[in-house]
């Protein structure tokens, strides 16, 4: 499906990126942490050129509330070894730091033989696409509860299971093709939202989050299905798994702090 006509995130200019209203997140007018970490993301992948080496883990750390306002992202190599790479990356905003990320690339190998037990998880059919994406909203997701049956963020709102499958629809720098790292860098934001709606509504917002992969994501949608949620006097943490079409490609792991100026039960189709 087309949609290159769709307002992307972010724009450049002169040494920075400007971000589009629609990059805005849930909790107000600062950008979304999927925009966030798939900026950072984006840094750290420009640093890293040998093809042999695979992103195995993102942790992305938002400082602070980032306005929608121009932001500039500056990344370098921490080591270099035989078999991995750390990058490092930062986001400033009027010459202030507001969030930074921090990655491990790993090197193929040969996979080892034997069968090595996971527990058994069963995503939900692929959702039916639309005829056109809508430009109001930030990428196309189906959020999916304990009856199965695909819909908004509410689906999330009760005690059970929770899965959601994910397309992004629009670019997230102008002009840019969007790589398989990136995507999944956006997409594992929604781990905060998934894992912390309670049977009232969503009162945790995400301070960081982190992403690790055995292997890239194949096609435009990326799953994910909670895992767990644990919390106690206004901290969280939650952790769930990610999938593509083809099965299992890693872990999202968040950690959040009770905003409960959120208006409860609502939840426009957006992770922040």
């Not at 992305?60 to 306005?67: E, P, T, Y």
């Not at 527990?119 to 990428?139: G, K, N, Q, V, Y």
């Not at 490609?249 to 957006?270: C, E, Y």
Request: charged share 20%; hydrophobic share 40%.
């Amino acid at each position: 499906m087309e949609f290159s006509s769709l307002t992307p995130f972010t724009v450049r200019r002169d040494d920075g990126l400007v971000p589009n209203e629609i990059a805005q997140g849930g909790w107000g007018p600062t950008l979304g942490g999927q925009v966030i970490g798939g900026l950072l993301a984006r840094g750290i992948e420009q640093h890293v050129v040998d093809e042999e080496l695979v992103p195995a883990r993102l942790t992305v750390d938002i400082l602070r509330r980032v306005a929608t306002a121009p932001v500039r992202v500056c990344a370098e190599v921490v080591r270099i070894g035989r078999r991995m790479q750390s990058v490092d990356a930062t986001m400033t905003q009027d010459g202030e730091v507001v969030a930074r990320a921090s990655a491990l690339y790993l090197r193929r190998s040969t996979q080892p033989d034997g069968q090595i037990w996971t527990t058994p998880l069963t995503m939900p059919p692929l959702p039916e696409e639309p005829a056109h994406f809508s430009d109001e909203l930030p990428m196309f997701i189906r959020a999916y509860g304990t009856d199965g049956n695909g819909g908004d963020g509410l689906q999330w709102q009760v005690d059970g299971p929770r899965y959601a499958w994910i397309r992004e629809v629009r670019a997230l720098v102008e002009g840019e093709q969007m790589s398989p790292f990136i995507r999944a860098a956006m997409a594992v934001d929604v781990t905060s939202s998934m894992t912390n709606f309670s049977t009232t509504g969503l009162a945790f917002i995400n301070a960081d989050y982190t992403l690790t992969l055995s292997r890239l994501p194949e096609g435009p949608y990326i799953g994910l299905a909670a895992l767990t949620h644990y919390s106690d006097d206004g901290v969280a943490t939650g952790t769930a798994s990610l999938f593509d079409t083809r099965g299992p490609i890693g872990s999202g792991m968040s950690t959040a702090v009770a905003n409960l100026h959120f208006l409860q039960g609502k939840f426009a189709d957006r992770p922040r």
